[in-house]
């Protein structure tokens, strides 16, 4: 039996690979953002503004950039003259929102689940808007058909994600504290879609990952403006150069989002980077662990068993309506 969709030319597959394969290395960039911004937030015992200053520092270094390089500064040429026109809506731009909820969740809650526990908590939120998003569309993004492959895999990913984090739950965990990345898996979804369409429109992934970290700081400054009010500034800032490259980590990955998520599609995106994410995650906790963190088996296995559906759910297969169909007849 011949497949209802044609397959994609050599190039076409070509491309496919590659982005996956940079969507698993930026993965795996996320997963150390992670565990610098935590560690971050616990050595300044304000998570608030240890978001603050990794997202701020990636702007920084976006302005630099941008005063040397023209075809950014035309791409945000581009994007205001198209909300101005009203050609975009203005949530288009908005990405950097969902990035400052991850930063944030990361500077609260990373070093007390740990950068394991932490990641896959995101894995459920992730999946789900990436299924979403792919199914219904987004912008000038077509919606794509879910494939067998893509749903069994999801659904294995989901199970497998509940299946790492059920030793954490009986323990004295807060529940608040695996909400907040889940919550954040959920945005990752939508804030690579968005970024998308303005990078398209832009023409430029300079001035998408610009306008996200723009949009970014400018939500975690009021946040943090606000907490500090109630509970005062960090006394001192820590020495250690190292934690203070978050903010240049996340600039590769939106850039890199930006980029690859109209060749991937939302969901194998973020099966792509959930696959370096968890990878990674679990080296830095068994190399680094966090004192007093253990990480417990079911972890490992449930993240080997997220690994083997993200590479199911790349398996091209049969949209599930158009086999719904031909069986019907």
Same mark, same amino acid.
Request: glycine content about 12%; hydrophobic content about 55%.
């Given at each position: 039996?011949?497949?209802?969709t044609?397959?994609?030319?050599?190039?076409?597959?070509?491309?496919?690979?590659?982005?996956?394969?940079?969507?698993?290395?930026?993965?795996?960039?996320?997963?150390?953002?992670?565990?610098?911004?935590?560690?971050?937030?616990k050595?300044?015992?304000?998570?608030?503004?240890?978001?603050?200053i990794?997202?701020? &520092?990636? #702007? @920084?270094?976006?302005?630099?950039?941008?005063?040397?390089?023209? $075809?950014?500064?035309? *791409? /945000? =040429?581009?994007?205001v003259?198209?909300?101005?026109?009203?050609?975009?809506?203005?949530?288009h731009v908005?990405?950097?929102?969902?990035?400052?909820?991850?930063?944030?969740?990361?500077?609260?809650?990373?070093?007390?689940?740990?950068?394991?526990?932490f990641?896959?908590?995101?894995?459920?939120?992730q999946?789900?808007?990436?299924?979403?998003?792919?199914?219904?569309?987004?912008?000038?993004?077509?919606?794509?058909?879910?494939t067998?492959?893509?749903?069994?895999?999801?659904?294995?990913?989901?199970?497998?994600?509940?299946?790492?984090?059920? &030793?954490? #739950? @009986?323990?004295?965990?807060p529940?608040?504290?695996?909400?907040? $990345?889940?919550?954040? *898996? /959920? =945005?990752?979804?939508?804030?690579?879609?968005?970024?998308?369409?303005?990078?398209?429109?832009?023409?430029?992934?300079l001035?998408?990952?610009?306008?996200?970290?723009v949009?970014?700081?400018?939500?975690?400054?009021?946040?943090?403006?606000?907490?500090?009010s109630?509970?005062?500034?960090?006394?001192?800032?820590?020495?250690?150069?190292?934690?203070?490259?978050?903010?240049a980590?996340?600039?590769?990955?939106?850039?890199?989002?930006?980029?690859?998520?109209?060749?991937?599609?939302?969901?194998?995106?973020?099966?792509?980077t959930?696959?370096?994410?968890?990878?990674?995650?679990?080296?830095?906790?068994?190399?680094?662990?966090? $004192?007093?963190h253990?990480?417990?088996?079911?972890?490992?296995?449930?993240?080997?068993?997220?690994?083997?559906?993200?590479?199911?759910?790349?398996?091209?297969?049969?949209?599930?309506?158009?086999?719904?169909?031909?069986?019907?007849?």
């Amino acid at each position: 039996m011949t497949s209802d969709t044609p397959a994609p030319p050599a190039t076409s597959r070509t491309a496919l690979v590659t982005a996956m394969v940079v969507a698993v290395i930026s993965g795996g960039f996320v997963a150390v953002q992670s565990r610098i911004n935590g560690q971050l937030g616990k050595e300044l015992g304000d998570g608030y503004t240890a978001a603050l200053i990794s997202f701020g &520092s990636g #702007l @920084v270094i976006l302005v630099i950039v941008m005063l040397f390089w023209a $075809p950014g500064r035309r *791409g /945000l =040429g581009r994007v205001v003259l198209a909300l101005g026109s009203r050609s975009i809506p203005w949530w288009h731009v908005c990405g950097g929102a969902a990035g400052a909820f991850l930063v944030l969740s990361q500077g609260l809650t990373a070093a007390l689940l740990g950068v394991a526990l932490f990641t896959v908590a995101t894995v459920c939120g992730q999946t789900i808007s990436g299924l979403l998003i792919d199914r219904s569309g987004l912008g000038t993004m077509a919606a794509k058909a879910v494939t067998w492959t893509r749903l069994i895999g999801s659904a294995i990913a989901l199970a497998a994600v509940i299946w790492a984090v059920s &030793s954490e #739950l @009986v323990g004295s965990i807060p529940i608040w504290a695996l909400a907040m $990345p889940f919550l954040a *898996g /959920l =945005g990752i979804g939508w804030q690579q879609a968005v970024n998308g369409q303005v990078r398209g429109l832009a023409e430029s992934a300079l001035t998408a990952t610009f306008i996200n970290f723009v949009v970014g700081t400018t939500v975690l400054l009021i946040a943090t403006v606000v907490h500090s009010s109630f509970v005062g500034w960090p006394t001192h800032l820590p020495s250690n150069p190292l934690l203070y490259v978050g903010g240049a980590i996340g600039v590769c990955f939106i850039a890199a989002a930006s980029i690859l998520v109209r060749i991937t599609g939302v969901l194998l995106l973020g099966l792509g980077t959930i696959a370096g994410q968890l990878t990674t995650s679990l080296v830095l906790d068994r190399v680094a662990p966090i $004192p007093g963190h253990l990480v417990a088996w079911t972890t490992i296995a449930g993240t080997i068993l997220t690994l083997l559906a993200v590479g199911l759910a790349a398996v091209p297969s049969r949209a599930i309506r158009a086999e719904s169909r031909t069986l019907a007849r």
